[in-house]
């Protein structure tokens, strides 16, 4: 094997991880729906929001297997937007939003992310699919998407312009700026430290905020049985979510991650069947099997 043959199993390979990370990132993202359901009808939402990310933080340390110290000033600011967008505002506005929306409607505004990170990629960041095949692909996924999260009936309350579905999109569109800007980011630092520190920085300033509101003695009065839900759903749901997803974003960039993480409505299908014994119809066989056709296109692409 000549040296241009295995620089080319190399990137082959490199790039198969990140296809991987991102799938299981969707499995992991699209459990969240369904798990979060049950604590937020007890619990404060901006003080689940502080609790999971302060989970998903201390359990992404021995992952990082780094300091808190980063090379230069500007990965600091893009770490500061991060936080702020991606750990503070994003998941207290999907709880928020989850606590006054129906899952089957927080799925389909879900699909926003995908959306909003390509368009911001394609105007701030130059970075969006090629040619015809490359946009047909991409319509493909989302054609996909909303047969496979409306199975081709749109229900009145998700045309609604009510309070829930406004912070669904609006923490969308939170997380749409935190991927642009750790796509920067990943070249520089690695995706374990970044997800690390900015999940237990998001934690901590959720945390600061429900106690400077008062909320203290919700966090004290969390029933015991709710606990395990909480640390799965923030660890696998919200921590290693990210941080396959950020691993992903490093290998095969921006839009090839999107259209892939663009399967976690059909997980959160899938997982609800399963935990809920719900039934996957044939619309949504139909419209997962173009979702993968779209990634397969994009990916070889």
């Known amino acids: 094997m000549n040296t241009t043959e295995a620089a080319e199993n190399h990137n082959r390979q490199h790039a198969m991880i990140g296809y991987l990370s991102v799938l299981f990132a969707a499995a992991l993202f699209g459990s969240v729906f369904t798990l979060a359901k049950v604590p937020l009808a007890t619990v404060d939402p901006l003080v689940l929001a502080a609790v999971a990310y302060t989970i998903a933080g201390l359990a992404l340390i021995p992952f990082a297997k780094a300091s808190f110290r980063l090379d230069n000033r500007r990965d600091y600011l893009y770490l ?22 129906a899952a089957s409607d927080a799925s389909i505004l879900a699909n926003g992310e995908v959306l909003f990170t390509i368009i911001l990629s394609a105007v701030f960041f130059g970075e969006k699919p090629k040619g015809r095949r490359g946009m047909f692909a ?15 009936k749109v229900s009145e309350t998700i045309l609604q312009v009510n309070a829930g579905n406004i912070m669904i999109l609006a923490s969308m569109f939170m997380w749409a700026i935190d991927n642009n800007v750790s796509r920067r980011l990943t070249s520089t630092v690695s995706p374990a430290k970044i997800a690390m520190v900015k999940s237990l920085l998001g934690g901590l300033v959720l945390l600061a905020i429900a106690l400077a509101l008062g909320k203290g003695g919700a966090i004290a009065s969390i029933e015991p049985g709710l606990w395990l839900i909480i640390i799965v759903m923030s660890v696998s749901g919200f921590g290693g979510a990210l941080l396959l997803f950020l691993q992903g974003i490093k ?51």
């Not at 991409?138 to 081709?152: Q, R, S, W």
């Open 80 to 101: 500061v937007i991060i936080t702020i967008t991606g750990a503070v505002a994003a998941p207290a506005l999907l709880l928020y939003g989850l606590a006054q929306t």
């Open 251 to 301: 290998r095969i960039g921006t839009v090839k991650t999107m259209s892939i993480f663009a399967m976690t409505p059909i997980f959160g299908i899938v997982i609800a069947a399963l935990a809920l014994g719900e039934s996957i119809s044939t619309i949504q066989m139909v419209a997962t099997g173009l979702i993968i056709a779209g990634i397969l296109i994009i990916s070889r692409h």
């Open 138 to 152: 991409v319509v493909l996924v989302i054609v996909g998407l909303f047969m496979a999260t409306t199975n081709l």
